[in-house]
C-alpha cells in the first residue's frame, strides 16, 4: 500500500523558516512527479511546487515563488519543502502527492496519491 508521510510542520515567527519532509512508503516514486500543495481554512487546495521525475526540473506557486524551494532524494524516497521568509498568509495544511506522470504537474488532479498533510504555520 502507498503510503505519504508529511513532516516538520510547526509554528515560526514571521520571517522564519521550516523544512517540510514527504516519505513515501510502499513504492518507490523514483521517476515520478511529485508535488506539494496547501490548504488554509475555508479556501481551495492550492499549488505550491512540484518536481520531475530527474529533480532537475521544479514549479512553484506565485505566491511562494523566491522563498520557498522543493528538492527530493530518491535514496531515501524523500521530497522536502524549504520554506524561508514566512508570511503568516502561509499558514495552512501542507499535503505531499506523487504523480505516476514523469512531468511537472500543478493541478491537484494530476496527482495519484497524498499525504494526511501536516500544519505549517507562519505566525506574526
Known amino acids: 500500500q502507498v503510503q505519504l508521510v508529511e513532516s516538520g510542520g510547526g509554528l515560526v515567527q514571521n520571517g522564519g523558516s521550516l523544512r517540510l519532509s514527504c516519505a513515501a512508503s510502499g513504492c518507490s516514486f523514483t521517476g515520478h512527479t511529485m508535488g506539494w500543495f496547501r490548504q488554509a481554512p475555508g479556501k481551495e487546495r492550492e499549488f505550491v511546487a512540484s518536481i520531475d521525475w530527474s529533480g532537475g526540473s521544479t514549479d512553484y506557486g506565485n505566491s511562494v515563488k523566491g522563498r520557498f524551494t522543493v528538492s527530493r532524494n530518491d535514496a531515501k524516497n524523500t521530497m522536502y519543502l524549504q520554506m524561508n521568509s514566512l508570511k503568516p498568509e502561509d499558514t495552512a495544511v501542507y499535503y505531499c502527492?506523487?504523480?505516476?506522470?514523469?512531468?511537472?504537474?500543478?493541478?491537484?488532479?494530476?496527482?495519484?496519491?497524498w499525504g494526511q498533510g501536516t500544519q505549517g504555520t507562519g505566525s506574526s
Open positions: 502527492a506523487a504523480s505516476q506522470a514523469v512531468a511537472l504537474r500543478r493541478s491537484v488532479y494530476g496527482y495519484d496519491y
